[in-house]
């Protein structure tokens, strides 16, 4: 029986909080944002590939208006830029700057620490299974969701779950 006290949700969100909060505290220096060190090593990590911001969105599981947001304060910044695609010039891709490629190792680091944090004490095997639970979790709440048929938050990709993505 689920009572009050075994409420997965309410847990959920405080993990998510307190890695926003670490992730915040650990950017300052670089005057970035969980959200926006994410993003920044997404495009990092695909350095020469076409980016666009819907393919943000779609990794992330992002809305259009929230992408826009993070990106035009990234190009602010100065760790973003716009060119237009050859094929299609309505079309513009996301690249990152040499500032942010600069600093793209030190925010790798700071979230690959946050990743030692959260797992240490935990076997692989204990890994494994939670992250197998968490994509379940996933899985059915994007099932759930009756409100689009897009499949936003969708469970991480292989790379992810092999450990090689702490989100940047």
Do not use: W
Not at 62 to 81: D, W
């Amino acid at each position: 029986m689920i009572t009050t006290e075994l409420l997965i949700g309410p847990r959920i969100k405080r993990i998510s909080n307190a890695m926003d909060r670490k992730r915040n505290m650990d950017l300052e220096d670089v005057e970035l944002t969980s959200s926006q060190g994410m993003v920044l090593g997404y495009l990092a990590r695909r350095q020469g590939e076409a980016v666009y911001p819907g393919d943000v969105g779609k990794h992330f599981g992002l809305t259009h208006p929230t992408v826009t947001g993070i990106l035009q304060r990234l190009e602010a910044k100065g760790y973003v830029a716009y060119e237009p695609d050859p094929a299609d010039r309505r079309k513009k891709r996301v690249v990152p700057t040499e500032k942010a490629l600069e600093c793209h190792a030190r925010i790798r680091a700071r979230f690959v620490e946050t990743e030692h944090l959260i797992t240490k004490g935990m076997t692989p095997g204990e890994l494994e299974e939670l992250v197998r639970l968490l994509d379940g979790v996933i899985e059915r709440l994007n099932a759930g969701c009756g409100m689009c048929g897009s499949n936003h938050n969708a469970a991480p990709d292989k790379e992810t779950t092999e450990g090689r993505n702490p989100g940047v």
